[in-house]
Nanobody
Framework: QVLLVESEGGLVQPGGSLRLSCAAS????????MGWFRQAPGKEREFVAA????????YYADSVKGRFTISRDNAKNTVYLQMNSLKPEDTAVYYC?????????????????????WGQGTQVTVSS
């Protein structure tokens, strides 16, 4: 069983930055693809970003491309989401997720159905 714990989010002004982290325990972190999703009030959960087990591949939703950066530190069993130029429409609960990927062919990373493990979520509010 993999336990994922996101860092505290917060209130950020439009145009500001925030870095989320997600610490994993209970599994072989370096074998997992990691993803970030978000859910705004009244909306479905949506894909934000993902990174492959190797760290070589990264993927982004069009709405965050060029503003958000996903990265991982296997020594710390942690994945990060650096969010810059934040907009009010980025307001949501952000979730990290994990799926075993190393040695497995055809593992997707852009759908929430691809993932086996989820964090509890953290609120990010972008407002002046």
């Amino acid at each position: 069983q993999v336990l994922l714990v996101e860092s505290e989010g917060g209130l950020v002004q439009p145009g500001g930055s925030l870095r989320l982290s997600c610490a994993a325990s209970g599994g072989t972190f370096r074998s997992y693809a990691m993803g970030w999703f978000r859910q705004a009030p009244g909306k479905e959960r949506e894909f934000v970003a993902a990174i492959t087990w190797s760290g070589i591949g990264t993927y982004y939703a069009d709405s965050v491309k060029g503003r958000f950066t996903i990265s991982r530190d296997n020594a710390k069993n942690t994945v990060y989401l650096q969010m810059n130029s934040l907009k009010p429409e980025d307001t949501a609960v952000y979730y990290c997720a994990a799926v075993p990927q190393r040695g497995r062919a055809g593992v997707g990373v852009k759908s929430q159905d691809d993932y086996d493990y989820w964090g509890q979520g953290t609120q990010v509010t972008v407002s002046s």
